[in-house]
């Protein structure tokens, strides 16, 4: 697995090139991605320079916190700032992102893991300038590919390593899977919203990262979702992170806040970003603050995909 790790880590350095150009306050409904140069794939993979792929995991302790959405939301929030985005759905057992965005891909991970099809076939370019890789649903354990599974899919990883940002929206929970995508993070960002159970349920995946998670160098933050003041959103990051202090040891980053807004519900309604339907309101102001603070933070060195596959594929049970 030495070999595997090495190259994933290799993959992961492609510098970064063009980015494209920001529209400061323009709708996305406008913003397509245009056709490359004749006789290149839209997703085909060009020499970068810059700082490596940043890649974010966002997870949590329980479902119906928003996770998904806010994934979503934060990769057009990174679009409109001008980063190339692909958010991975690796949620292997019920994938919705391509839900949030009324798109049906006719392919997704599973079909890459069976070596059916390539990363670059499966992944669809959207309306609002970010790619997506759909999830395989109905697929429970990655573990259990063979090895020459495994190296399909380490090799075709390749085609994501010229974005400027992955997002990797987990299931929820605290699946092996799940904490392994985790552990491929550079940014763990955990969803919780500020009813008891989320917040418990947070507080329990956060605990386990801390346990099973050999190399907690990714900067580990919360965001609270479906806040309906600044106050309330505090007080449920305050308890958090303190408990996360005194009692793991842990250095939990408040990131920020997304206020209730009734514009989300709205927008999942029509199956478009809210991002999308109102990109003034509460809720996306809150997602941009949000990235913003993203951009300020340090990428730290944590081996990618590198440290992704050598923990998938080198642990005894999953």
Same mark, same amino acid.
């Given at each position: 697995?030495?070999?595997?790790?090495?190259?994933?880590?290799?993959?992961?350095?492609?510098?970064?090139?063009? @980015?494209?150009? #920001?529209?400061?306050?323009? &709708?996305?409904?406008?913003?397509?991605?245009?056709?490359?140069?004749?006789?290149?794939?839209? !997703?085909?993979?060009?020499?970068?320079?810059?700082?490596?792929?940043?890649?974010?995991?966002?997870? #949590?302790?329980?479902?119906?916190?928003?996770?998904?959405?806010?994934?979503?939301?934060?990769?057009?929030?990174?679009?409109?700032?001008?980063?190339?985005?692909?958010?991975?759905?690796?949620?292997?057992?019920?994938?919705?992102? =391509?839900?949030?965005?009324?798109?049906?891909?006719?392919?997704?991970?599973?079909?890459?893991?069976?070596?059916?099809?390539?990363?670059? *076939?499966?992944?669809?370019?959207?309306?609002?300038?970010?790619?997506?890789?759909?999830?395989? @649903?109905?697929?429970?354990?990655?573990?259990?590919?063979?090895?020459?599974?495994?190296? =399909?899919?380490?090799?075709?990883?390749?085609?994501?390593?010229?974005?400027?940002?992955?997002?990797?929206?987990? #299931?929820?929970?605290?699946?092996?899977?799940?904490?392994?995508?985790?552990?491929?993070?550079?940014?763990?960002?955990?969803?919780?919203?500020?009813?008891?159970?989320?917040?418990?349920?947070?507080?329990?995946? $956060?605990?386990?990262?801390?346990?099973?998670?050999?190399?907690?160098?990714?900067?580990?933050?919360?965001?609270?979702?479906?806040?309906? @003041?600044?106050?309330?959103?505090?007080?449920?990051?305050?308890?958090?992170?303190?408990?996360?202090?005194?009692?793991?040891?842990?250095?939990?980053?408040?990131?920020?806040?997304?206020?209730?807004?009734?514009?989300? @519900?709205?927008?999942?309604?029509?199956?478009?970003?809210?991002?999308?339907?109102?990109? &003034?309101?509460?809720?996306?102001?809150?997602?941009?603050? $949000?990235?913003?603070?993203?951009?300020?933070?340090?990428?730290?060195?944590? &081996?990618?995909?590198? !440290?992704?596959?050598?923990?998938?594929?080198?642990?005894? *049970?999953?």
């Amino acid at each position: 697995m030495g070999d595997q790790a090495e190259k994933l880590r290799e993959m992961m350095r492609i510098k970064n090139g063009d @980015s494209r150009e #920001s529209q400061a306050g323009a &709708g996305f409904e406008s913003r397509k991605r245009k056709p490359g140069p004749p006789g290149k794939a839209p !997703n085909e993979k060009q020499p970068r320079e810059g700082k490596k792929t940043r890649i974010i995991t966002i997870t #949590s302790g329980k479902g119906g916190v928003g996770k998904t959405n806010v994934s979503v939301n934060m990769a057009l929030a990174y679009a409109r700032i001008g980063k190339k985005v692909v958010v991975m759905d690796a949620d292997l057992g019920l994938a919705n992102v =391509n839900v949030i965005l009324n798109m049906i891909p006719k392919f997704n991970l599973y079909h890459v893991i069976r070596k059916q099809k390539t990363m670059r *076939e499966i992944m669809v370019d959207t309306e609002y300038g970010i790619s997506i890789v759909a999830g395989a @649903s109905g697929f429970s354990k990655i573990a259990n590919l063979s090895e020459e599974e495994r190296q =399909n899919f380490i090799d075709e990883l390749d085609t994501l390593s010229n974005a400027d940002i992955i997002i990797i929206d987990t #299931s929820a929970g605290v699946s092996s899977n799940v904490l392994d995508f985790i552990a491929a993070a550079d940014d763990a960002v955990i969803i919780t919203t500020p009813e008891p159970t989320a917040i418990t349920d947070a507080y329990g995946i $956060i605990k386990i990262i801390a346990t099973e998670i050999d190399n907690l160098n990714m900067g580990l933050k919360l965001v609270v979702n479906r806040a309906k @003041s600044v106050a309330e959103a505090k007080k449920v990051a305050d308890r958090m992170t303190t408990i996360a202090g005194q009692f793991l040891n842990l250095k939990v980053e408040y990131l920020g806040f997304i206020y209730d807004d009734t514009t989300v @519900s709205h927008a999942v309604l029509r199956q478009k970003p809210f991002m999308v339907i109102d990109p &003034g309101c509460k809720a996306s102001q809150c997602v941009q603050h $949000i990235v913003g603070r993203m951009e300020k933070s340090d990428v730290k060195d944590t &081996g990618g995909f590198g !440290n992704m596959f050598k923990r998938m594929f080198s642990r005894g *049970e999953f």
